[in-house]
């Protein structure tokens, strides 16, 4: 009877590790499956233009030619400007909540957090339409003239441009990355804030052991914000301008790879224009995947200096006193 039931014990666990194979094999299939269908869809526009088409800035669908870098420039650019605006403030939020915050107020404001995650991606838009638009615009107005003279801020007060996109996606971004900073805090074990408690920490010092003990997860949060950044469509569509320039002006109007292929892919006329655009979200597919991938690398490094360092909490502490 015993040997009956560590059979079915082992052949439970057999097919659980097959499953739970099989699943994860799955979600590798489909990404790869993905890739093969966007990079067959998008044939005639590799075969046309190659390496050229991440490199050329011209945009002309009548004459029939296509440049992805000022779609690829305005997606970085925006995205990487709204990851600067929102990590402080999503840290900020994270340790309130995991480490400042009244109990009575924990709860309400951890809910609150959590749901403008929840709030649909074109409310965001019309709220930056109404909101930001005319605050960038007024910003704009009071620039003085030395600095509206420099690169990074010239243009006409449209208030519609990158600067307004990069808010938009920031307040985007912040529950994202509050929320799972917050996770990793909380999971911080309380005995490394005691061990700084009890070498004479401040409660300044303290925090700054547990942001140090949980940095890989904490990184790990801003780059799932970074992710969230990268693929926004319909808000970033609404605010940035959608103008094929590459420019270093935070008010001039740009346009990012999501955006081109939800206002353009319902008038591609024919084939080699709709080829142009299935490319771009396989450049958008690329990008993502490598952002991801070096973060990873990132993650992993890190992770590597934790383990190799015999006891990480004491090193904040000790270089704060």
């Known amino acids: 009877m015993g040997l009956f039931r560590a059979r079915t014990r082992t052949d439970e666990s057999r097919f659980f590790r097959l499953g739970v194979g099989s699943v994860a094999f799955l979600t590798i299939a489909v990404v790869v499956g993905i890739a093969l269908v966007m990079v067959q869809e998008s044939r005639l526009s590799i075969q046309k233009f190659g390496w050229s088409f991440w490199r050329t800035t011209r945009w002309d669908p009548v004459a029939g030619e296509f440049g992805a870098l000022p779609f690829l420039w305005g997606t970085l650019f925006s995205s990487f400007l709204a990851l600067l605006l929102a990590t402080p403030i999503a840290l900020g939020i994270a340790v309130f909540l995991s480490e400042l915050a009244p109990f009575r107020w924990r709860r309400p404001l951890v809910f609150l957090t959590e749901l403008l995650a929840a709030i649909p991606s074109v409310v965001y838009g019309m709220w930056g339409i109404f909101v930001l638009v005319p605050f960038v615009r007024a910003l704009q107005l009071h620039t003085p003239a030395w600095l509206a003279a420099t690169p990074f801020f010239k243009g006409p007060p449209l208030g519609i441009g990158l600067l307004a996109a990069s808010l ?132 992993w490094r890190m992770s590597r200096v934790r383990t190799a360092t015999p006891q990480p909490a004491a090193s904040p502490v000790a270089a704060g006193a």
Do not use: C, H
């Open 168 to 299: 938009v996606l920031a307040v985007m971004v912040i529950p994202f990355s509050a929320s799972v900073a917050r996770e990793i805090l909380k999971s911080v074990p309380f005995t490394q804030r005691e061990a700084a408690y009890a070498l004479g920490a401040t409660r300044w010092e303290a925090i700054r052991m547990a942001l140090y003990y949980g940095r890989t997860g904490i990184m790990g949060a801003i780059m799932l914000g970074l992710g969230r950044a990268l693929g926004e469509t319909i808000a970033v569509t609404m605010v940035i301008g959608n103008n094929p320039q590459i420019s270093l002006s935070l008010y001039a109007p740009q346009y990012t790879m999501a955006s081109v292929i939800a206002n353009e892919f319902t008038e591609a006329a024919d084939n080699l224009y709709l080829n142009a655009l299935v490319e771009i979200g396989l450049v958008l597919l690329i990008v993502t995947v490598l952002i991801n991938a070096l973060s990873r690398l990132l993650i």
